[in-house]
């Protein structure tokens, strides 16, 4: 089968964070078919499995020729196996790729749901092939995925990138970049999204501590990449007008003005169909390198 034909094919992908997760159809030109569940972050490693062997279920069928999950979680590239997943923590150590694939009889693809992200805006986007981009994704977590001269890059592990779990402050970075800064603060992203439209001083106030800490985070990948792009997604990013000001002043003060004056900060304009559009693109590129082998792709 060849990469032409696949990409007229329609996968099944699957996004999992650690407080919803969106299950879809795919093709490379539209998502098909999205459904969201709610994901229970306390769960059990098996009660895990039969949540998603049971969501995955409610959507593939016959015209799907493949799954690929997006998880927020270290990946042992090579065999699919999940590691560990910071925001559901009994969900580590699970062959996932063997698992899915001896359920539903397809071939199954297993990446970090960040590098997803980070390759479907670079898919989707115009942009030359030897871009550095940069993907974060601000959500229940900090996660980042990396598009290095237009190839994503992820280690091993699938670690790289992991800018969230770098040491900050009192605790690490995502701790104040990502919700779990604002349920740290008495509330929620979304409430106090709400709070800040309707002028709550509040509010905005902690959208300009946000954006402080944030503007820090980016000043890490800076120094680590340099990268053309920055493109940030997720949840949190809906909110992007109360801590954007804030971010750009912080960063004004941290990053030299000439890499600053050349680097393009963005908000996603791709919502939650980033990470199925990389998937897909993701699934394609492993075919086509597992071909190029001569592997038997099954």
């Not at 007229?8 to 879809?24: F, H, M, N, W």
């Not at 009660?47 to 690929?68: A, E, H, P, S």
């Not at 065999?79 to 698992?99: A, C, D, F, H, S």
């Not at 809906?238 to 600053?260: E, G, M, R, T």
Request: with cysteine; charged share 15%.
């Amino acid at each position: 089968m060849t990469k032409e034909v696949v990409m007229s094919q329609t996968l099944l992908c699957v996004d999992l964070g650690g407080t919803k997760a969106l299950v879809a159809k795919v093709t490379a030109t539209g998502v098909i078919e999205k459904r969201y569940f709610d994901v229970d972050g306390s769960a059990s490693k098996q009660q895990t499995n039969d949540f998603l062997c049971r969501i995955i279920k409610q959507v593939v069928d016959n015209t799907c020729i493949g799954i690929v999950v997006g998880v927020p979680s270290m990946v042992l590239m090579e065999t699919g196996e999940v590691i560990e997943t910071v925001n559901i923590p009994n969900w580590k150590n699970v062959q996932l790729k063997q698992l899915l694939s001896t359920h539903f009889k397809l071939p199954v693809r297993v990446h970090n749901d960040a590098n997803c992200f980070a390759m479907g805006e670079f898919t989707q986007g115009n942009f030359k092939s030897d871009t550095n981009l940069i993907g974060i994704c601000l959500g229940t977590g900090l996660g980042a995925g990396l598009v290095l001269n237009g190839r994503l890059y992820t280690g091993k592990h699938s670690a790289a990138g992991e800018f969230g779990s770098f040491s900050y402050l009192q605790g690490i970075i995502e701790h104040f970049t990502s919700g779990q800064f604002f349920i740290n603060q008495g509330t929620t992203g979304k409430q106090a999204y709400q709070e800040a439209l309707a002028n709550d001083a509040h509010a905005q106030r902690l959208f300009d501590e946000f954006g402080k800490h944030l503007a820090h985070a980016i000043n890490h990948v800076i120094l680590a990449f340099d990268p053309d792009v920055i493109v940030l997604g997720g949840s949190v990013a809906q909110s992007s007008a109360c801590f954007l000001p804030s971010l750009h002043i912080q960063l004004a003060k941290l990053v030299n003005p000439v890499i600053l004056q050349s680097l393009d900060i963005r908000i996603s304009e791709l919502g939650d169909d980033a990470p199925l559009f990389g998937s897909h693109a993701l699934f394609i590129n492993d075919m086509a390198y597992e071909q190029s082998l001569g592997a038997s792709y099954a």
